[in-house]
């Protein structure tokens, strides 16, 4: 049983804020750099203070950014720039996008969720996580005790219950209707009514939600929910959540592309040769000459019915297909280049993979075959996207997909709401 609550969330103030755009960012696990300085830049105001602030050589254990970002908090508070909701709601979100030139309106509910460990069978990973992200999240998280962007889940809704009772707050005028940055089209709704919100959890306590994304930030809500338990503090066992129709004919579900670097002694040709037993193999020439647009098509076609997937080297761009068919619906492409390609020709095994040092992801294909040619990566392997259907039925016999498995497009934004835990 899914327990969701309404909360009273913290919001920016319409009245000192007028430009929502420039309040909001990225989750913080796909912010460079050079777009956490833009994000500065863009409003004193910015999420990005909160979410993932700025690091300086002079950072000590009195003056880092989780209290800064405490410390921007508590200011914000106090000035008013961020207003708290008298009583508890959902909110109603619609986010409207352009992939491949066709619009998507992806709407969701979003909600204060229950943080229950994995056994309970309420909520359930697909993907997993690195201790690196999860002890960044739990200092911001022990500074704050707020939840500054949310963990994207799924809810499998097959007669659109909520999406029928949620649209019904669409008739009045929205809490924000802005255009982001990207060109991405934001609108959110209050969901006051105790009536509907009484009926939107009861449905929900039928659902099971599946984690589509940010499996650091809810493991470790759970983890310092477990915590502040042990120690007898009640009140610390939700995270905020943005949560959508896994029947949604608006879900886009890319892939995410493997990149190789710093592995030494590497021949090209013997991988392919190693491979060839069991893979056939087509030579679509230089990387920077192919279409890629007919690759992806070929690839997506190859990937019917056997595991395949695109090689990139600095002179060739292969597509491998494996002879042999799936065997069932369980075997997911990421997993199979990892067991047959990744650990047996590169040596990467999980538990290098899992460092980050020699295997990065992307999600743009141009992108991939550009870090090849230009020198800056080895190799890198062009994926097709699991299906909504693999990852539902893999998480059910909590089996964990590979980390960065999938990638539901856009990602959600930090700063519609946050959830203060206190």
């Known amino acids: 049983m899914t327990t969701i609550l309404p ?60 209290i800064r970002a405490k410390n921007t908090l ?102 924000m209707d ?39 930030r809810y493991e470790t809500a759970l983890n310092y929910a477990r915590e502040m338990e042990e ?34 002694g590497l021949d090209y040709q013997t991988v392919i040769s190693d491979l060839s037993g069991s893979f056939s193999v087509e030579n679509w020439g230089e990387p920077g000459g192919v279409d890629l647009d007919a690759f992806t098509a070929r690839l997506k076609e190859c990937g019917s019915e056997h595991f395949s997937f695109g090689f990139c080297t600095p002179e060739n761009l292969y597509l491998m297909q494996r002879k042999e068919k799936y065997n069932s619906i369980e075997e997911l492409d990421v997993s199979l280049l990892q067991e047959t390609v990744l650990e047996k020709c590169f040596g990467l095994t999980p538990e290098k993979v899992k460092t980050g040092d020699n295997l990065y992801y992307t999600k743009n294909s141009g992108e991939t075959l550009d870090l090849v040619t230009s020198g800056q990566a080895q190799a890198a392997f062009i994926m097709n996207p699991p299906t909504v259907d693999q990852i539902i039925t893999l998480s059910k016999k909590s089996i964990r997909l590979p980390q960065k498995s999938t990638y539901f497009y856009p990602k959600l934004v930090s700063g519609l709401a946050l959830n203060k835990l206190e």
């Open 178 to 216: 802005f255009t982001d940055f990207s060109g991405q089209h934001h609108r959110v709704w209050t969901i006051r009514d105790e009536g509907l919100q009484e009926k939107i959890q009861e449905i929900f306590n039928d659902f099971t939600v599946f984690l589509a994304d940010g499996h650091h």
């Open 7 to 66: 909360f009273q969330a913290i919001r920016y103030n319409k009245d000192k804020v007028d430009t929502f755009s420039n309040v909001i960012a990225p989750p913080y696990d796909v912010i460079s750099p050079e777009e956490q300085e833009q994000l500065y830049e863009l409003s004193p105001y910015n999420i990005i203070r909160l979410e993932y602030g700025k690091e300086t050589p002079e950072d000590n254990e009195k003056n880092n950014r989780y």
């Open 74 to 175: 508590d200011q914000w508070l106090n000035e008013g720039i961020l207003v708290r909701e008298e009583r508890p709601v959902f909110y109603w979100y619609e986010q409207v996008f352009t992939w491949n030139e066709q619009t998507y309106r992806r709407e969701g509910l979003i909600a204060a969720l229950k943080a229950e460990p994995y056994r309970e069978k309420a909520v359930l990973p697909h993907e997993e996580t690195l201790s690196k992200p999860k002890e960044d999240r739990y200092k911001l998280l022990d500074h704050c005790k707020t939840n500054f962007s949310p963990v994207f889940g799924l809810y499998p809704d097959s007669h659109m219950q909520v999406d029928k009772l949620c649209s019904t707050v669409k008739d009045s005028p929205p809490l």
């Open 231 to 264: 120690k007898g503090i009640q009140g610390y066992d939700s995270v905020l959540a943005i949560m959508v129709n896994l029947y949604s004919p608006n879900l886009l579900l890319l892939p995410t592309h493997r990149v190789v670097t710093g592995i030494s």
